[in-house]
């Protein structure tokens, strides 16, 4: 990511943004509310089209392509860019699941009729996504039959399903009752540990501490400080990030 | 004032049969309108903005002009095109037009208030708007549209009345024929307002049905 840039109105959110996630590593992005953490994540898989700036992921241009000559950028259609977008998973704040289907239908449904799988084939996919975040007991209840927790991990089984080249979590376990943040925590953790590619907006800086190999800390619209999570912990160069560190770590 | 309770004996199997061809002509013109009018009203949510333009348009005109003119244009207009249909497809054609205005903008009142959250997760998925619509918003939103589109049906029922203008023989008329011979006004006018009321009143009550045995998330 590049030089990104996003306005609403008035109000500049991202102020020009830029990083690197390598394969296989998690990135996670921490800083005050408003500071743009999210804002990141959804213009990194064009739900949001940044005002500025580029994003490639393996060398490929998100959202636009640069065509003519002299080349100039020129934003995709949409069948193209749901063709990018189903390479980034997203785990989204409020879980986000189909209400009208079962979890299992839930994570079949992308392979389904996104990649165009057989039904059998589909389910027999989410299933074992569903396994793999422990809820193959729950594969044929609705969410509202679910807890928080076990709601966000279909989500990510969902997300998984897709065979995504990175997941992005938005905050998934801000909307979670305290005790149920662990399991969907844990979940992560395994990803990240089996080499998943990840770019994480969280507040738990014990998530943050164990799983980052890279440590991004935003405020205003702006990278105040990155590097390993050790080095941004306990040694944070920045006056604002020591002063948000003292905050949430006090608490 | 004395009622001629002849008159209605004589009429109530009589007005039956022009029962008959009312139910026949709201049920096609009820299918044929609540089919198209999901279709537009998906359309007009879709990603094609002269559709959405078209369908707008269309929509306008329906609703700002009386149904007696539009049955009129329809019955008067589809010769000209070189289709010879008849007053009976003539009338279910209008009422289905007319019909699929009104649904297209409950579908699309419906299907646009379905939480924003769930197109975004549909999108990161990979989903394009058209699948969307169909697999995600639209599902989840049959339940709530059935009232409103119960309402419609209704509308749709009584406005079977109107066809006795282009002579199509459904209730309305079979009971004007009636009057016309046996000069009972009040009585034919009694009966049919309580035969409209009876089908009116069996229709709400599959609609409750229907609403109920459809799952609630």
């Known amino acids: 990511m590049q030089g990104l840039r996003k306005r609403y109105g008035e109000r500049e959110i991202l102020k020009g943004i830029s990083f690197d996630v390598m394969p296989g590593q998690t990135m996670v992005l921490i800083g005050p509310s408003g500071s743009g953490k999210t804002t990141v994540l959804r213009c990194l898989n064009y739900l949001e089209a940044p005002d500025d700036g580029t994003i490639e992921l393996m060398g490929e241009p998100i959202g636009g392509a640069h065509i003519g000559e002299p080349p100039r950028w020129t934003p995709l259609p949409e069948a193209q860019l749901a063709l990018q977008r189903r390479k980034f998973g997203f785990v989204f704040q409020r879980f986000n699941l189909f209400p009208h289907l079962t979890a299992v239908q839930n994570v079949a449904i992308g392979p389904r009729k996104v990649l165009g799988l057989s039904r059998e084939a589909a389910e027999a996919r989410a299933a074992e996504q569903l396994a793999r975040v422990s809820l193959a007991e729950h594969m044929h209840k609705r969410p509202s039959q679910l807890s928080g927790g076990q709601q966000q991990r279909v989500a990510i089984a969902r997300a998984l399903a897709m065979d995504p080249r990175l997941i992005l979590f938005d905050e998934p376990t801000s909307a979670l009752d305290p005790e149920l943040v662990h399991e969907v925590l844990d979940v992560m953790g395994d990803l990240a540990r089996e080499g998943m590619t990840m770019i994480v907006v969280t507040h738990e800086m014990g998530f943050a501490r164990r799983v980052a190999d890279k440590l991004i800390f935003m405020a205003d619209g702006h990278i105040v400080e990155e590097g390993s999570p050790e080095a941004v912990f306990s040694a944070p160069r920045e006056e604002k990030t020591r002063r948000f560190l003292a905050h949430v770590l006090h608490r | ?217």
């Not at chain 2, 009040?186 to 009143?201: D, G, H, R, V, W």
């Open chain 2, 1 to 217: 004032m004395t009622i001629d309770w002849a008159v209605v004996e004589m009429a109530i199997p009589l007005l039956a049969v022009g029962t008959v061809m009312t139910l026949k002509i709201a049920s096609l013109a009820a299918l044929l309108g609540l089919a198209g009018g999901i279709a537009l009203g998906l359309v007009s949510l879709g990603g094609w903005p002269w559709a959405r333009w078209l369908v707008r348009a269309y929509v306008d005109f329906v609703r700002g002009t009386p149904l007696l003119i539009q049955i009129f244009i329809v019955f008067f207009g589809l010769p000209l095109m070189g289709w010879r249909l008849g007053e009976f497809w003539a009338g279910v054609i209008a009422l289905s037009l007319n019909c699929a205005a009104y649904v297209a903008e409950i579908v699309r009142g419906t299907v646009g208030a379905v939480e924003k959250g769930q197109t975004e997760a549909a999108r990161s998925i990979g989903m394009t708007q058209g699948k969307i619509l169909l697999y995600i918003l639209l599902p989840q939103s049959i339940r709530p549209m059935v009232p409103a589109l119960t309402n419609d049906v209704i509308t749709l029922l009584k406005n079977t009345s109107l066809l006795s203008v282009i002579s199509v023989y459904e209730l309305t008329r079979s009971g004007q024929a009636i009057i016309a011979s046996h000069f009972a006004p009040l009585e034919i006018f009694a009966l049919l307002a309580i035969y409209y009321y009876a089908i009116i009143s069996v229709l709400s009550w599959i609609s409750r049905v229907i609403e109920r045995r459809l799952p609630a998330w």
